[in-house]
T-cell receptor
Framework: DADVTQTPRNRITKTGKRIMLECSQT?????MYWYRQDPGLGLRLIYY???????NKGEISDGYSVSRQAQAKFSLSLESAIPNQTALYFC???????????FGQGTRLTVV | QKEVEQDPGPLSVPEGAIVSLNCTYS??????FMWYRQYSRKGPELLMY????GNKEDGRFTAQVDKSSKYISLFIRDSQPSDSATYLC???????????FGQGTRLTINP
């Protein structure tokens, strides 16, 4: 079983719809992250959370929101999806600031 | 200009060749340097992790950091078809949370 699990793995949605991507982890890490990956742009940080009461914006947070429901769960929402949010989204976790980040399998989101 | 530049490739080499993957960066505060490998339809996984300058070897893989030139490299010896993947460099300053990624280089090893 994967240590970092993302659901759904693939999703097609229409412009203007609200969509939630979910992430759960069994690694016991406090820190969780959401990234998006676009061809030619690498991975860019959307939001990150150090613990349940802590939420921080990354470099491209506009149009997104997050919720840290528990230490093990971190969800990403697109309130009103737009086509340029079509991308591969990754959740990641880490134990501390200078330690390895572990990634989920990714969610391929297409907004039409 | 991006903080981290990486040639996206694609790079195609024959099996057994030595592969060199490189990244340049502009932020002199970067102190932690990583290489991630990402197979198709999978999440990135950490391959090498180095702190500050110098070399680090792990089996067929060697990571090299030259802070004076703001340049990092990953060498793969005796490359195998199973090494075919996208390789992403990543780096961060000491104590900072944000990890800055390169664009990734798609590598194919041909049997």
């Amino acid at each position: 079983d994967a240590d970092v699990t993302q659901t759904p793995r693939n999703r097609i949605t229409k412009t203007g719809k609200r969509i939630m991507l979910e992430c759960s982890q069994t690694k016991g890490h406090d820190r969780m992250y959401w990234y998006r990956q676009d061809p030619g742009l690498g991975l860019r940080l959307i939001y990150y959370s150090f613990d349940v009461k802590d939420i921080n914006k990354g470099e491209i947070s506009d149009g997104y929101s997050v919720s840290r429901q528990a230490q093990a769960k971190f969800s990403l929402s697109l309130e009103s999806a737009i086509p340029n949010q079509t991308a591969l989204y990754f959740c990641a976790t880490s134990r501390a600031v200078n330690t390895e980040a572990f990634f989920g399998q990714g969610t391929r989101l297409t907004v039409v | 200009q991006k903080e981290v530049e990486q040639d996206p490739g694609p790079l195609s080499v024959p099996e057994g060749a030595i592969v060199s993957l490189n990244c340049t960066y502009s932020n002199s505060a970067f102190q932690y340097f990583m290489w991630y490998r990402q197979y198709s339809r999978k999440g990135p996984e950490l391959l090498m992790y180095t702190y500050s300058s110098g070399n680090k070897e792990d089996g067929r893989f060697t990571a090299q950091v030259d802070k004076s030139s703001k340049y990092i490299s990953l060498f793969i010896r005796d490359s195998q078809p199973s090494d075919s993947a996208t390789y992403l460099c990543a780096m961060r300053p000491r104590g900072a949370q944000k990890l800055v990624f390169g664009q990734g280089t798609r590598l194919t090893i041909n049997p």
